[in-house]
């Protein structure tokens, strides 16, 4: 069974801050799909990123960086320089790569509230 | 543009009615799915169709049916055996193409009960 947990609820900064969200997945599968989609407040879920389950590198683009911990079953996202326009609500998803049926497990999402 | 077109965007249910969500989708993708989302829960799988004419219950699928007459559409009812309907809820495509795993989605129906 897969699991995936965001922690955090809700966090709440003021602009320019850095914030790092927390994701912590349980899989069996030795070969799997990391995923974040933001969703703004009109509700549709946007794709941030995917990381395969062989590539620990990280990733950065613009303000957004990822850090895939394979040893610690972690694939946490931090925004540097926080803006009001990222203001949403998270979530991290898991997928298997092959086997299955495919389908995704998401966290229960974390909301982020940037204060001008 | 290609994408998922979800409607209505707010709907209402009353007391012992069925109502149906639409869900296009014109990507070409063969996979679809419905998810339902209440405050603080997440994302939680309804149903979810890999090809036309085939689907699988997700994990509340109790109170809720969907078909697979046509790639591009994907239907979902909330029947009168959903006693707690009141939810967003999101439908979904993906593709095993490049973009493997990548989940598309539309902008949501909004749906209550009156």
């Known amino acids: 069974a897969q699991k995936v947990t965001q922690a955090q609820t809700e966090i709440s900064v003021v602009e320019k801050e850095d914030v790092t969200l927390d994701c912590v997945y349980e899989?069996?599968?030795?070969?799997?799909?990391l995923f974040w989609y933001k969703q703004p407040p009109s509700g549709e879920l946007v794709f941030l990123i995917r990381r395969n389950s062989f590539d620990e590198q990280n990733e950065i683009s613009g303000r957004y960086s990822w850090n895939f911990q394979k040893s610690t079953s972690s694939f946490n996202f931090t925004i540097t320089a926080s803006q009001v326009v990222d203001s949403a609500v998270y979530f991290c998803a898991l997928r298997p790569a092959s086997g299955g049926s495919y389908i995704p497990t998401f966290g229960r999402g974390t909301s982020l509230i940037v204060h001008p | 543009d290609g994408g998922i077109t979800q409607s209505p965007k707010y709907l209402f249910r009353k007391e012992g009615q069925n109502v149906t969500l639409s869900c296009e989708q014109n990507l070409n993708h063969d996979a679809m799915y419905w998810y339902r989302q209440d405050p603080g829960q997440g994302l939680r799988l309804i149903y979810y169709s890999q090809i036309v004419n085939d689907f699988q219950k997700g994990d509340i699928a109790e109170g809720y049916s969907v078909s697979r007459e046509k790639k591009e559409s994907f239907p979902l009812t909330v029947t009168s055996a959903q006693k707690n309907p009141t939810a967003f809820y999101l439908c979904?495509?993906?593709?095993?193409?490049?973009?493997?795993?990548?989940?598309?989605f539309g902008s949501g129906t909004q749906l209550s009960v009156l």
């Open positions: 899989t069996r599968d030795t070969t799997y799909y």
């Open positions: 979904a495509s993906s593709s095993p193409g490049q973009q493997f795993g990548k989940l598309f």
